[in-house]
């Protein structure tokens, strides 16, 4: 069972940028699409972006396109999530995922199937 940790969460100003970063335990990372979610308070875990297998392909939420740029490090089993211009409704816990077959393109957003613990990102206005 693949570990996924997400790190590079806190505390940061409206306008603001942060990158997070998921690191696999795994060494088959390269072969799985990858995404990230995250978790309002009161809310449902949703979808923010996805990057498939090979990182050609690359979708993201309306609420974070040109702000939020995925990308992956298959050499280092690591997932990346830049964050730009954030705005306090992005405020949330956010989650890295592996879809469950191998050699996806990883959207639609429905076959994740492993995740991490998540890392909290709280943006202040």
């Known amino acids: 069972q693949v570990q996924l940790v997400e790190s590079g969460g806190g505390l940061v100003q409206a306008g603001d940028s942060l990158r997070l970063s998921c690191s696999a335990s795994?060494?088959?990372?390269?072969?799985?699409?990858m995404g990230w979610f995250r978790q309002a308070p009161g809310k449902e875990r949703v979808f923010v972006a996805s990057?498939?297998?090979?990182?050609?392909?690359?979708k993201y939420a309306d609420s974070v396109r040109g702000r939020f740029t995925i990308s992956r490090d298959n050499a280092k089993n690591t997932l990346y999530l830049q964050m730009t211009s954030l705005k306090s409704e992005d405020t949330a816990i956010y989650y890295c995922?592996?879809?469950?077959?191998?050699w996806g393109l990883g959207y639609p957003p429905t076959g994740f199937a492993s995740w991490g613990r998540g890392t909290q990102v709280t943006v202040s206005s």
């Open positions: 995922a592996k879809e469950r077959m191998p």
């Open positions: 990057i498939d297998w090979s990182a050609r392909t690359a």
């Open positions: 795994e060494g088959t990372f390269s072969r799985y699409a």
